[in-house]
């Protein structure tokens, strides 16, 4: 889900401080470290309470904002404003430099004389946001998606009670028409020999090995080769290699430069003639004739492993061929299985979707986009530091679509979790159990070990939305595909 970050807030203006540095409350914004906001992620499982009390704190009527923000007033009164104003003063007071006086040693209220009332106000007010923040989210059950704000803070001239006003963004309360007794073709889960085939084969040509051979070389093979490049019958820079394995069809050379190679032989020497594209890296050939003097020591071409029982053990934990085979069936069948419960599910989502009403602030899904992307990226192991970098590379079009489709899974996350608090479906110790232990299966460690690794906010949340799904599954009617029309039949024929 989303990932929040700091909260921020504008404070009064004040006045300049001190030539050594020490900045008073002046108009800028303070940011709150981001383990405030963590904590307050933490709130419903440990319920820390806040430091300040029902006497303490005065809130406002929370008025709805667009996006299902919330704006609330938080007024906290003088004496506990200015306890937070002490100790801001003596954490600092150590830096204040007053004329006459020793630096740190001069009273308070002559500090404040000079450098104006407001001088240990911004520290004071950043002490108190996490608090009132936590306040607010116990006392009213608040779950928030975004980092809050804090608009305006001001310390009243005639009370001394410090006003703030936060806008709060809220998780989307999705308002459900219908989810019950819905309509959906649940297809048959068929795996055919082709599917299988088409594995192993693809698995043989992973496990696929260079063979030296005497016959002309054809596309797919992979040649050794010496060559040296000559543009206006002069050799130039880093045109010349020795040794080098270029695979026929692979498009690693210049267009055209490969293409020459097919149907040598092993000792042949042949001119391969090449003109450099206009945007070639080396501004000094582009659109340059060049002739490549290429001797050929070695044609090798790619041999398939046999398909028989030592392929089985050599890429499997199967001494044969047909358990092997027959392990494929299953997890192919189990696939195919898990697909058709997933397009089923999908469409009763889209069905529920399309009479559901839900705000969702723009940049929460702007956020689950990121994150979505981050999981894929994970998958084909991208290290995370780069992954700010290929978002921020990407193109209007690409960015629009991901966006679509990070609203329509937030949307599906939203709707499932809402149906969840509808039902009272929560997660047990028996799902966590079981959940942990299929981890502890697929990464071959024990339950326990899981645990340390797994985060488990994700976990949970994925756990309960699987739940969710198996219910909103079971509370559908599954139809069948309608026969198909001749003229369907015979595009497919």
């Given at each position: 889900m989303a990932t929040k970050k700091e909260a921020t807030t504008e404070v009064v203006p004040g006045t300049e401080a001190a030539e050594n540095g020490f900045t008073a409350a002046d108009a800028e914004i303070i940011e709150v470290d981001a383990e405030i906001i963590s904590e307050l992620e933490d709130d419903s499982d440990d319920n820390e309470p806040s430091v300040f009390t029902d006497e303490d704190v005065t809130l406002g009527e929370p008025e709805k904002l667009e996006h299902n923000h919330v704006a609330l007033s938080f007024v906290l009164k003088a004496e506990l404003f200015q306890d937070y104003v002490t100790k801001a003063y003596q954490a600092n007071r150590s830096r204040i430099i007053v004329p006459g006086f020793r630096k740190g040693k001069a009273p308070r209220k002559m500090m404040e004389k000079i450098y104006g009332e407001s001088l240990f106000w911004e520290e004071a007010i950043n002490n108190v946001i996490p608090q009132a923040l936590r306040y607010i989210v116990n006392k009213n059950d608040y779950k928030l998606c975004l980092p809050p704000v804090?608009?305006?803070?001001?310390?009243?001239?005639?009370?001394?009670?410090?006003?703030?006003?936060?806008?709060?963004?809220?998780?989307?309360?999705?308002?459900?028409?219908?989810?019950?007794?819905?309509?959906?073709?649940?297809?048959?889960?068929?795996?055919?020999?082709?599917?299988?085939?088409?594995?192993?084969?693809?698995?043989?040509?992973?496990?696929?090995?260079?063979?030296?051979?005497?016959?002309?070389?054809?596309?797919?093979?992979?040649l050794v080769i010496d060559y040296k490049g000559f543009v206006d019958d002069r050799a130039f820079d880093g045109g010349e290699a020795k040794d080098h394995s270029l695979e026929l069809g692979s498009n690693s050379f210049v267009a055209g430069f490969e293409a020459q190679l097919i149907g040598a032989k092993t000792g042949d020497t042949v001119d391969v003639n090449v003109t450099f594209p206009s945007d070639y890296h080396a501004k000094t050939l582009r659109d340059k004739a060049a002739l490549f003097k290429v001797t050929v020591s070695e044609v090798k071409e790619l041999v398939l492993p046999e398909l028989d029982d030592e392929f089985a053990k050599d890429v499997s934990e199967f001494d044969t061929l047909e358990e092997y085979r027959a392990s494929l069936v299953d997890e192919l069948a189990e696939s195919a299985k898990a697909k058709a419960r997933d397009e089923f599910l999908n469409d009763i989502l889209d069905q529920v979707d399309a009479v559901t009403t839900v705000d969702i602030d723009p940049k929460m899904i702007e956020e689950h986009r990121a994150y979505l992307f981050s999981q894929q990226a994970a998958r084909y192991g991208i290290p995370g530091g780069a992954v700010q970098d290929l978002l921020k590379a990407q193109t209007a079009e690409t960015r629009e679509e991901m966006y679509k489709n990070a609203e329509h899974h937030l949307r599906g996350e939203l709707i499932l979790e809402k149906i969840s608090r509808l039902e009272g479906i929560e997660v047990t110790d028996e799902d966590r159990s079981r959940e942990y232990g299929k981890l502890a299966e697929d990464y071959g460690v024990d339950s326990e070990s899981v645990k340390t690794f797994v985060n488990r906010e994700a976990f949970e949340q994925g756990v309960l939305l699987t739940k969710v799904a198996d219910y909103l599954i079971g509370l559908s009617i599954e139809t069948e595909p309608e026969p198909e029309s001749e003229t369907e039949t015979e595009s497919k024929s």
């Open positions: 804090c608009d305006a803070a001001n310390v009243n001239p005639d009370n001394g009670k410090l006003e703030l006003l936060f806008d709060l963004p809220l998780f989307p309360e999705p308002e459900i028409e219908n989810y019950k007794g819905l309509k959906a073709v649940r297809r048959e889960a068929v795996v055919d020999d082709a599917e299988i085939d088409l594995r192993i084969e693809t698995l043989r040509s992973r496990n696929a090995s260079l063979h030296p051979c005497d016959r002309p070389a054809q596309l797919g093979d992979t």
